[in-house]
């Protein structure tokens, strides 16, 4: 069998350029761009974090790819490690991301809470609890 690669996490999204400045501007991602084809449509965007890319996709039934706004039901999200839970947080709420809960200590050793993006995307950051076993 061959061996797996890279994997570069894909979220849909009805507006590419308006989720890539809400990812940077709430949320930390470092922007990289949107991609637009010769209509001025964006098509693409790109953010990284860690090092890592996450591609911005555009909503195409053709090829079932819809944005979470839809129906309000999320079947996947992305979980970042950040320095501070709790100042993330704070920056996040205040530029308007749809918090779940605020900061927490789960007993599986990581203080985390969970935000959802203009689309709903569901998206979870976190630190290792100092003396846990994941601290």
């Not at 761009?33 to 965007?45: N, Q, T």
């Amino acid at each position: 069998m061959t061996k797996l690669g890279q994997i570069v996490p894909v979220l849909i999204y009805a507006d590419i350029a308006a989720a890539h400045d809400f990812l940077v501007r709430a949320f930390g991602f470092e922007g990289t761009g949107v991609y637009r084809d010769a209509e001025g449509r964006a098509v693409h965007g790109e953010v990284r974090a860690g090092g890592h890319a996450i591609w911005l996709h555009r909503v195409a039934v053709e090829h079932g790819l819809g944005s979470p706004q839809v129906s309000d039901i999320a079947n996947s999200g992305l979980f970042a490690d950040v320095d501070d839970v709790d100042a993330h947080y704070e920056h996040a709420r205040s530029a308007g991301a749809r918090i779940d809960g605020p900061p927490m200590d789960q007993p599986y050793g990581r203080r985390e809470y969970g935000a959802r993006d203009l689309e709903g995307h569901r998206l979870w950051f976190a630190k290792p609890i100092a003396g846990s076993d994941n601290g």
